[in-house]
């Protein structure tokens, strides 16, 4: 899939997500849902605050060590017999786990947990030499059931999707017979997904976190098929983007709390699982063969910017969920796999500002996703500091908003040009003034307008007023 999906332009995606009252009306009652389970989380925790703070000295810390931390991870995953393969680029990834499978003569695979396979475009690669490839969360599952349908929420990809719609896709795609209650759904599923589980030769994870001390790759799940994803096979890759790392299993213990409180609202999830190097002599289970794959993928490029911080992130969806905007547009509207905020200032590092270039400017700038971030990434910041790239350095804003912004501040720099113009704009904007609005204004007005209203200007200016009333000698 890559981080990009479809080819359909900004407009017209967040037109169709507007209109689409269905999505939009699923996905407010499961960000709401998720809102409040953080919230009640948090408040169990004790100082929330305090844990954020942590969270985020532990991230920044990482990262501005990552390449000590990645060292060690390495060499700790090679002294217990996996294998470790740093990929520069998304091809690179594909081409090593590629050779893997091929080298097994492996037809069959599952996987669980991992937005960076769908980063680098993985089962396209894997389809593409005949493999056959299940993806085993329910969310993801449900999605590529439906024809591939693009996900919409990092934690809950399929969250637009209501049980009735899912059982409709059961019934169309797999000849489902059963109701829509959520139980019998997933027990049919599980029916699906055993013989996948069973045959399997190769297992692909993603990872919540990779403890450099010990070379283990942690994921955190709530389904329990991230263990057969890693057990069952006879081999287990797993792959990590490259600032997915932790110090010591003592940074693990914060991170997983901050992650699952403020994913799900759980203290913990049903199942952490902590995969230390392949299966050992005398191990009844594990895989016989374990990789690593490392990926860049332009994370390296991010280091030592202005938005180096955004690595921080633990991919928790929290941010989304308290996104006003988010919640009008759905996340499929974002054409990005990273949706919401975090995606809003991800996707044009990580996919190319030409191709997300519109969606820092998709946002209210409300900071509630700042609010909500549990390891304190400025995201309301990051994405004003886009928009200041868009418009300053690359100059790729609108040429009718660089005009106007043009003369704006030629007018506000003159307090005689500002005096006229405040007293020109009544009268200029009188054809379109409707009971003191102005409902579809002119020219650059006219998008604006057409959504909201816009308050006529009043008949006396500021400094009129406040010249009458010192002359009547009432206080300003
Ligand atoms: S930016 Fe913060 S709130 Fe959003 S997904 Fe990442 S860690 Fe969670």
């Known amino acids: 899939m890559g981080i990009q999906f479809g080819d359909v332009v900004f407009y017209r995606r967040v037109d169709k997500g507007i209109r689409d009252?269905?999505?939009?009306?699923?996905?407010?009652?499961?960000?709401?849902?998720?809102r409040t389970s953080r919230l009640r989380a948090a408040e169990e925790l004790g100082d929330w605050e305090e844990w954020r703070r942590l969270g985020e000295e532990i991230r920044r810390h990482t990262l501005e060590h990552l390449d000590y931390y990645l060292e060690q991870l390495s060499d700790r995953v090679h002294a217990l017999g996996g294998h470790v393969f740093f990929a520069q680029t998304a091809e690179e990834a594909t081409s090593y786990i590629r050779d893997v499978v091929q080298k097994r003569d492996a037809r069959r695979i599952v996987k669980s947990k991992s937005m960076v396979t769908e980063e680098i475009s993985l089962n396209d690669v894997l389809e593409a030499i005949g493999c056959r490839v299940v993806e085993t969360d329910l969310g993801e599952y449900i999605l590529q059931v439906d024809d591939h349908d693009p996900p919409s929420h990092i934690v809950g990809p399929s969250v637009h999707k209501d049980r009735e719609r899912i059982r409709r896709v059961f019934a169309e795609k797999l000849g489902y017979t059963g109701s829509a209650e959520p139980e019998e759904m997933t027990a049919f599923v599980r029916q699906q997904l055993r013989p996948d589980f069973l045959t399997a030769e190769v297992g692909i994870t993603g990872c919540n976190f990779a403890v450099a001390e010990s070379g283990t790759v942690c994921l955190v799940t709530n389904e329990g098929n991230g263990r057969l994803v890693t057990s069952l096979p006879p081999v287990h890759i797993a792959v990590m983007g490259m600032e997915r790392i932790v110090p010591t299993w003592e940074e693990l213990e914060v991170m997983v709390g901050l992650l699952c409180r403020s994913a799900v609202g759980q203290k913990l999830t049903s199942y952490i699982n902590c995969l230390t190097g392949p299966k050992a002599a005398g191990d009844v289970d594990g895989p016989e063969e374990f990789h690593l794959v490392i990926i860049d993928n332009g994370r390296s490029d991010i280091l030592g910017t202005e938005f180096q911080s955004v690595l921080q992130c633990i991919r928790c969806g929290a941010c989304l969920n308290v996104c006003p905007v988010y919640r009008h547009i759905g996340g499929q509207a974002y054409g990005s796999i990273y949706s919401g905020?975090?995606?809003?200032?991800l996707s044009p590092l990580l996919g190319g500002e030409d191709l997300y270039r519109e969606l820092p400017y998709a946002s209210s700038l409300c900071a509630a996703c700042t609010e909500a971030c549990p390891v304190n990434i400025p995201l309301h910041d990051l994405l004003i500091r886009h928009?200041?790239?868009?418009a300053e350095e690359k100059r790729q804003s609108p040429l009718g908003e660089r005009l106007a912004m043009k003369a704006f501040g030629m007018v506000a720099e003159s307090p005689r040009l500002y005096r006229w113009g405040t007293k020109l704009a009544r009268t200029a904007l009188l054809p379109w003034e409707e009971d003191g609005v102005i409902r579809q204004g002119p020219g650059p007005l006219q998008p604006w307008t057409s959504i909201r209203d816009l308050p006529s200007p009043e008949r006396e200016t500021f400094r009129e007023w406040f010249e009458n009333r010192r002359k009547r000698g009432e206080r300003p």
């Open 21 to 34: 009252q269905f999505m939009r009306s699923a996905v407010r009652a499961a960000q709401e849902r998720m």
């Open 341 to 345: 905020p975090i995606g809003a200032v």
């Open 387 to 390: 928009r200041q790239k868009t």
